[in-house]
């Protein structure tokens, strides 16, 4: 069974940083595809950025560009989500999501893991 657990979500000023994590247990990361997405309130989820199974490749959402980072430690088996530059439209709960499908990257595809879910709020 593959679990997945962020971590780091809290509540900020527009304009600080935060940093999220998602652990994956159950089988090596370096099997999946990963992305984070997120969900407003009353809105529907979204993409937001995805990673390769190595690392090598990064897409993100036009919305976070130039401002967030993705990354993954496959031996740590944790993937991460480097947030500056926050405004008041980040705020959402933010889900880390794999999948072995290469699709994920972008957005698309089915996801075969979500994990529960880290709230992110932005005071403006």
């Known amino acids: 069974q593959v679990q997945l657990v962020e971590s780091g979500g809290g509540l900020v000023q527009a304009g600080a940083s935060l940093r999220l994590s998602c652990v994956v247990s159950?089988?090596?990361?370096?099997?999946?595809?990963m992305a984070w997405f997120r969900q407003a309130p009353g809105k529907e989820r979204e993409f937001v950025a995805g990673?390769?199974?190595?690392?090598?490749?990064?897409y993100y959402a036009d919305s976070v560009k130039g401002r967030f980072t993705i990354s993954r430690d496959n031996a740590k088996n944790s993937v991460y989500l480097q947030m500056n530059s926050l405004k008041a439209e980040d705020t959402a709960v933010y889900y880390c999501?794999?999948?072995?499908?290469?699709?994920?990257?972008?957005?698309?595809?089915?996801?075969?893991?979500w994990g529960k879910g880290t709230l992110v709020t932005v005071s403006s």
């Open positions: 999501a794999a999948a072995a499908s290469a699709a994920i990257m972008r957005g698309t595809g089915g996801v075969d893991y």
């Open positions: 159950g089988r090596p990361l370096s099997r999946y595809a």
């Open positions: 990673i390769s199974w190595s690392g090598g490749d990064t």
